[in-house]
């Protein structure tokens, strides 16, 4: 079985992200996202919340693609949680030249930790390509609408959150 682990806060889940993981399931039968505990980020939303973002956006995805997709959250090296999930693959989501250099970075450390698991690059649309959470949560804490960068759903908890 290929596993494949993608890896972030998904503070909050974005459309980018969810493109990029239709499209990883495409390449593996089970498709973990990594979900980290990342406090020096200080998270909007709660790890629980993030979990539960990320299993109501992904569960049609996994009926559409016969791709298991689950949620794990982790706090420990990277390269780490991968073992721990007993991935071969990390998927990594590129949404400009900016985040090459430091997923480059990102690689060469990994790969001298452990030269079994592969890094995959996938680039997000066109149309999802700038999408960053932490750009939506600036746009929906001063009452721009996020609609075209989350889901409703998504959409809905920031507004709750943010009240």
Not at 10 to 31: C, E, M, N, Q, Y
Request: charged share 25%; aromatic share 6%.
């Amino acid at each position: 079985m290929r596993v494949g682990l993608y890896p972030g806060t998904f503070d909050p889940i974005t459309l980018g992200h969810i493109d990029i993981i239709r499209r990883a399931s495409a390449l593996v039968d089970k498709l973990v996202i990594g979900v980290a505990i990342n406090r020096d980020k200080g998270p909007l939303f709660t790890l629980e919340e993030r979990v539960a973002m990320i299993e109501a956006e992904c569960a049609y995805l996994t009926e559409q693609t016969g791709t298991e997709i689950v949620a794990h959250p982790f706090e420990n090296l990277l390269i780490d949680c991968a073992r721990d999930v007993g991935a071969q693959i990390i998927v990594r989501g590129l949404r400009a030249v900016a985040d090459f250099e430091y997923e480059f970075q990102m690689v060469g450390m990994n790969r001298a930790l452990d030269d079994s698991i592969e890094t995959v690059f996938l680039m997000a649309e066109a149309r999802h390509q700038a999408i960053a959470s932490k750009l939506v949560k600036e746009i929906a804490r001063l009452d721009g609408d996020v609609s075209k960068f989350v889901t409703p759903r998504v959409r809905d908890a920031l507004h709750a959150r943010l009240r």
